[in-house]
T-cell receptor
Framework: SQTIHQWPATLVQPVGSPLSLECTVE??????LYWYRQAAGRGLQLLFY??????ISSEVPQNLSASRPQDRQFILSSKKLLLSDSGFYLC???????????FGSGTRLTVV | GDSVTQMEGPVTLSEEAFLTINCTYT??????LFWYVQYPGEGLQLLLK?????DKGSNKGFEATYRKETTSFHLEKGSVQVSDAAVYFC???????????????FGTGTLLAVQP
């Protein structure tokens, strides 16, 4: 069966520090992969999505970047975190066969 | 571009009351529609979906019907429980093929509180 792993679950980082969040998918190949952010008390904002290795589409210009070094690995990064980067980050994969989207358990990032 | 509009929350109901959360969408094609639920401190879980007009998605007593004529996908449950307290998100996707955007677009979410 397909599973999606996201880590860490919680992260507290100082302003100006780098960030790396990782997401991996098991049990499928060539999935569509997505990074969303949920700010406190707000909805879900699509940040990046990828339809294949090395293919990244950015939805919102910001302090973050994404990479897909392997078929089932999706990484969200920042060189220097801002206070406004705080939020709940969710990775998801899109299943073309079942026509559905499955989300990871999320990373709660607090920038202090 | 495509978008989803949900009713503002919070929605506060007594246990066993009837629940409706309104959702309307704007899309150029024929999207699939989804309801996701987020329990406190957790990620998102798919609640139900519908992939074409007049389809009814249902799960755990919740249901929603894809209404193309009114561009709506309202979530309903006949008798809510305290355990249903969560944030509910309506979403749409235009799919993965044929030049689709491959994106899942969400509404702002509706917080449901249930009083025992």
């Amino acid at each position: 069966s397909q599973t999606i792993h996201q880590w860490p679950a919680t992260l507290v980082q100082p302003v100006g520090s780098p960030l790396s969040l990782e997401c991996t998918v098991e049990g499928t190949s060539n999935p569509n992969l997505y990074w969303y952010r949920q700010a406190a008390g707000r909805g879900l904002q699509l940040l990046f999505y990828s339809v294949g290795i090395g293919q990244i589409s950015s939805e919102v210009p910001q302090n973050l970047s994404a990479s897909r070094p392997q078929d089932r690995q999706f990484i969200l990064s920042s060189k220097k975190l801002l206070l406004s980067d705080s939020g709940f980050y969710l990775c998801a994969w899109g299943d073309r066969d079942l026509y559905g989207y499955t989300f990871g358990s999320g990373t709660r990032l607090t920038v202090v | 571009g495509d978008s989803v509009t949900q009713m503002e929350g919070p929605v506060t109901l007594s246990e066993e009351a009837f629940l409706t959360i309104n959702c309307t969408y704007t899309a150029t094609g024929y999207p699939s529609l989804f309801w996701y639920v987020q329990y406190p401190g957790e990620g998102l879980q798919l609640l139900l979906k519908a992939t074409k007009a007049d389809d009814k998605g249902s799960n755990k007593g919740f249901e929603a019907t894809y209404r193309k004529e009114t561009t709506s996908f309202h979530l309903e449950k006949g008798s809510v429980q305290v355990s249903d307290a969560a944030v509910y998100f309506c979403a749409l996707s235009d799919g993965f093929y044929g030049g689709a955007t491959n994106k899942l677009i969400f509404g702002t979410g509706t917080l449901l509180a249930v009083q025992p």
